[in-house]
């Protein structure tokens, strides 16, 4: 199995800026995919951004422009730099991972997850 640790996470204002890595550990010679997804109180969780083990990327419409997914599969590492960043983007943000060769976007396709690191955008 795969063990997932988000970190990075703070409070800034809108506008700002922050990066949030995911330090993956555990069964990581196999190919993975990883992505971002975030749940804000009271909402569903919901898909940020995905890159497949090769550098494969996909984003929600609602952070394309202005977030952008990474890897460093020398230091099983993720990364998900957030820019612009929008009151509305204020969620605890969860890391996940996924054996496979492709990028996947659905809560449902993978397998591993983090704990989450918050983020606070004030107005």
């Known amino acids: 199995q795969v063990l997932l640790a988000e970190s990075g996470g703070g409070s800034v204002q809108a506008g700002g800026s922050l990066r949030l890595s995911c330090a993956a550990s555990?069964?990581?010679?196999?190919?993975?995919?990883m992505g971002w997804f975030r749940q804000a109180p009271g909402k569903e969780r919901e898909f940020v951004a995905a890159i497949s083990w090769n550098g494969l990327k996909h984003y929600a419409d609602s952070v394309e422009g202005r977030f952008r997914i990474s890897r460093d599969n020398a230091r099983n590492t993720g990364y998900l730099q957030m820019n612009s960043l929008e009151p509305e983007d204020t969620a605890l943000y969860y890391c996940a991972a996924t054996y496979g060769s492709s990028y996947y976007s659905q809560i449902y396709e993978y397998s591993y997850w983090g704990q989450g690191t918050q983020v606070i955008v004030s107005s």
């Open positions: 555990g069964r990581t010679a196999s190919t993975y995919a």
